[in-house]
């Protein structure tokens, strides 16, 4: 069965500064792998995803993440963090014969301080 | 584009009653819909699969006599959470999968249920 594994609960990045939220996932074939963002009383929001191809992918708000075979790992990615960016992010990977069942990561918890 | 609904945002019932959130794509077809609950401050945990027209398929441990789920058309999935417990309390989210966009699920801002 798949896994997903955010090693980071919380993290607190300045504004402007970098930011880099960790996953790892476990599965038997090729993943599909997806990043979310759950804010305060939205829904879950996708960032990027990653079926095939490029192992960068580049995804909305500027976030882009690296799929690493040899690590098991879809890292997310931000140069330069915005206050708006304090959420709850989640990785997933996708399973099933239509690889659209979703398990997801315990998630990554983004503070901004000012 | 790719928009889902929730219905109602919230609700509170009493112990015993039963309870239907509305999960709807307002603007594509969802040959797959998907219902998930989320209890405070953890990830999202897969209760049910469901696919239009056809039986849904839960997760094991979900109880299908009382999470019953109806996919009665491709923009409209149905949770009814059957004499419902305090211990069902949480926060429910449905997604949907459109048809012709591979694999991608577009999720609904949830439903806050409270039994008292």
């Known amino acids: 069965a798949q896994s997903v594994t955010q090693p980071d609960i919380h993290i607190t990045v300045s504004e402007g500064a970098s930011l880099e939220l960790r996953c790892n996932y476990s599965?038997?074939?090729?993943?599909?792998l997806f990043w979310y963002v759950q804010s305060p009383g939205q829904g879950l929001q996708l960032l990027l995803k990653?079926?095939?191809?490029?192992?960068l992918v580049q995804g909305i708000k500027g976030f882009e993440a690296e799929f690493k075979r040899s690590q098991s790992s879809f890292n997310l990615r931000k140069p330069s963090v915005h206050w708006s960016d304090a959420a709850e992010y989640f990785c997933?990977?996708?399973?099933?014969?239509?690889?659209?069942?979703?398990?997801f990561g315990g998630g990554t918890r983004v503070l901004v301080k000012p | 584009g790719a928009v889902v609904s929730q219905h109602p945002s919230r609700v509170i019932c009493k112990s015993g009653t039963s309870v239907k959130i509305e999960c709807r794509s307002l603007d594509f077809q969802a040959t797959t819909m998907f219902w998930y609950r989320q209890f405070p401050k953890q990830s999202l945990m897969l209760m049910a699969t469901s696919n239009e027209g056809s039986k849904a398929t839960y997760e094991q441990g979900v109880e299908k006599d009382k999470f019953l789920i109806n996919h009665a058309s491709l923009t409209l999935s149905t949770l009814t959470v059957t004499s419902a417990h305090p211990e069902d309390s949480s926060f429910y989210i449905c997604s949907a999968n459109p048809r012709l966009a591979g694999y991608t699920q577009y999720f609904g801002p949830g439903t806050r249920l409270t039994v008292l």
């Open positions: 599965y038997g074939a090729t993943p599909y």
């Open positions: 990653y079926f095939s191809g490029d192992t």
């Open positions: 997933a990977v996708g399973a099933g014969a239509a690889g659209n069942k979703l398990t």
